[in-house]
Antibody, heavy 123, light 113 residues
Framework: QLQLQESGPGLVKPSETLSLTCTVSGGSITSRNYFWGWIRQPPGKGLEWIGSMSYSGDTFYNPSLKSRVTISVDTSKNQFSLKVTSLTAADTAVYYC???????????????WGQGTLVTVSS | DIVMTQSPDSLAVSLGERATINCKSSQSVLYTYTNKNYLAWYQQKPGQPPKLLIYWASTRESGVPDRFSGSGSGTDFTLTISSLQAEDVAVYYCQEYYSTLYTFGQGTRLEIK
């Protein structure tokens, strides 16, 4: 059974960089049928897609965040990571990693999600 | 950009009754080449991540009870729970994957009346 688990700091200072890692177990991150994505949810609010990456390096980013976001994959550890720079309070959210179906044209829906990790941006 | 608008924002339904949630996209998410609607529905219970319920607008994910169904095409979609159970209390989201922006609706909160 596929499991995804986010890890990273719960508190980050404004203007600093957030680094999160998602560890995938019960399946390989090198599967050709999937992308690996990040979605966030500010407290009490809705869902915002951040970006997605295939194991081979194809990436899609939300244009509203693209200048501050980098997603990378470490196939040796079966992990993928998210970096967000120049943090502000508006980046405070639960960050989820998720698997996204890919049929070779573009990624589609998210079929497996991690439990999420709350990141608070505050001094 | 595709904007996804759900209605209502919140809904209270009696146990055993039907619940209907609507989702409207600002442009069609029907890809004529595949004749598929690029629309998914998710359920999010308190303190939990979203869970995929429906994809391609009407295909139920494995393990999802058959009281959940999706319908619609083009720009107008509906998630129906045929007989509400207590465990269905949650926020429900629609999401388009027609564009590579993967936009979610604002969510509909479903409660027991």
């Amino acid at each position: 059974q596929l499991q995804l688990q986010e890890s990273g700091p719960g508190l980050v200072k404004p203007s600093e960089t957030l680094s999160l890692t998602c560890t995938v177990s019960g399946g390989s991150i090198t599967s050709r049928n999937y992308f690996w994505g990040w979605i966030r949810q500010p407290p009490g609010k809705g869902l915002e897609w951040i970006g997605s990456m295939s194991y081979s390096g194809d990436t899609f980013y939300n244009p509203s965040l693209k200048s501050r976001v980098t997603i990378s994959v470490d196939t040796s550890k079966n992990q993928f990571s998210l970096k967000v720079t120049s943090l502000t309070a508006a980046d405070t959210a639960v960050y989820y990693c998720a698997r996204q179906l890919d049929t070779g044209v573009q990624p589609y829906y998210f079929d497996n999600w991690g439990q999420g990790t709350l990141v608070t941006v505050s001094s | 950009d595709i904007v996804m608008t759900q209605s209502p924002d919140s809904l209270a339904v009696s146990l055993g009754e039907r619940a209907t949630i609507n989702c409207k996209s600002s442009q069609s998410v029907l890809y004529t080449y595949t004749n598929k609607n690029y629309l998914a529905w998710y359920q999010q219970k308190p303190g939990q991540p979203p869970k995929l319920l429906i994809y391609w607008a009407s295909t139920r994910e494995s393990g999802v009870p058959d009281r959940f169904s999706g319908s619609g095409s083009g720009t107008d979609f509906t998630l129906t729970i045929s007989s509400l159970q207590a465990e269905d209390v949650a926020v429900y989201y629609c999401q388009e994957y027609y564009s590579t922006l993967y936009t979610f609706g604002q969510g509909t909160r479903l409660e027991i009346k």
